[in-house]
């Protein structure tokens, strides 16, 4: 039986993008069956102090989390992951910028209809959101980001890698991730990031 493996992501963060890709890989060495769940950085960060730039930039990353969620609600938990792939082909391989653009340009990818576009300047589908957010992010805590894994009781932020290993490195990531994970009273490793987020 295959093991679950939940993920929760945003499509602006370009850090979740490279690890969905990484667990997707993954899923193809080890017996893993990998959702997606949408979790917002907007939401996350909504009540702290932010400069301007970036309370900008979460602002617009509201939208596509809306749509996520839009399409979830009509066309259930299936369509999360090919959209949001859709959307993050777009936004961080092709490095495209306009997010009425990509939205538009990946529910017709992933044969979707346009209406769900509408969702992204509307309040209509933000309870939805918030409620998956407040599941990814509650096992976790709220003073980390996206990605957020669970995998049965485990729950944690990360893993933060660049690039995705690919084939058999990336399945032996996964068991490493899983083995340090899972030993009670782990609470974290880190080291300073010194690479930008590559899409290869």
């Not at 102090?49 to 939208?63: C, V």
Request: hydrophobic share 45%.
């Amino acid at each position: 039986m295959s093991e679950q493996v939940d993920l929760w992501v945003d499509p602006a963060c370009p850090w979740a993008w490279i690890t969905s890709r990484w667990l997707l890989e993954a899923a193809a060495v080890r017996d893993l069956d990998v959702r997606f769940h949408v979790m917002s950085l907007a939401v996350l960060n909504e009540s702290r102090d932010l400069s301007p730039e970036y309370t900008e930039w979460l602002r617009t990353a509201y939208r596509p989390v809306r749509v996520l969620i839009a399409a979830e609600e009509r066309h259930g938990h299936g369509v999360v992951e090919p959209l949001y792939s859709a959307m993050g082909t777009r936004r961080h391989v092709r490095q495209e910028k306009d997010w009425g653009e990509i939205i538009a340009k990946s529910l017709a990818d992933v044969g979707l209809e346009v209406d769900l576009a509408e969702a992204a300047d509307s309040t209509d589908f933000d309870a939805q959101l918030r409620a998956s957010h407040t599941q990814g992010m509650d096992p976790v805590g709220y003073d980390v980001g996206t990605p957020v894994i669970h995998v049965g009781d485990i729950a944690f932020f990360g893993p933060v890698v660049t690039p995705a290993p690919k084939g058999e490195a990336a399945g032996r990531l996964y068991d490493g991730v899983m083995m340090v994970a899972g030993t009670t009273g782990f609470f974290e490793i880190k080291r300073a990031r010194i690479d930008e987020p590559s899409f290869e």
